[in-house]
């Protein structure tokens, strides 16, 4: 697992009531490393945040991250049907 992936998940885990429930997907999409995080639906507004503060958090920590292994990563929710 890539030091991103433990990143994301430590991230994912912590923030949610539900944390067996998640699930991250990492793809490869245009050059760049996306990690999908699947979570229960009661919980996907912890990894929202409010006014979507906690995924731009995330996403900034990853793109540091990225800059410091010359790679790039994305970050996205993955909804539920």
Known sequence: M???MELVS?????LVDHPED????????????VFLVQVHPDDVGQIIGKGGATVKAVRG????????????????IANEQ
């Open 22 to 33: 998640v699930r991250i997907q990492s793809l490869e999409r245009n050059g760049e490393e």
């Open 61 to 76: 920590l990853l793109q540091a991250v990225g800059l410091r292994v010359d790679r790039r990563f994305g970050f996205e």
């Open 10 to 14: 430590y991230i994912a885990v912590n």
């Open 2 to 4: 890539s030091k991103a």
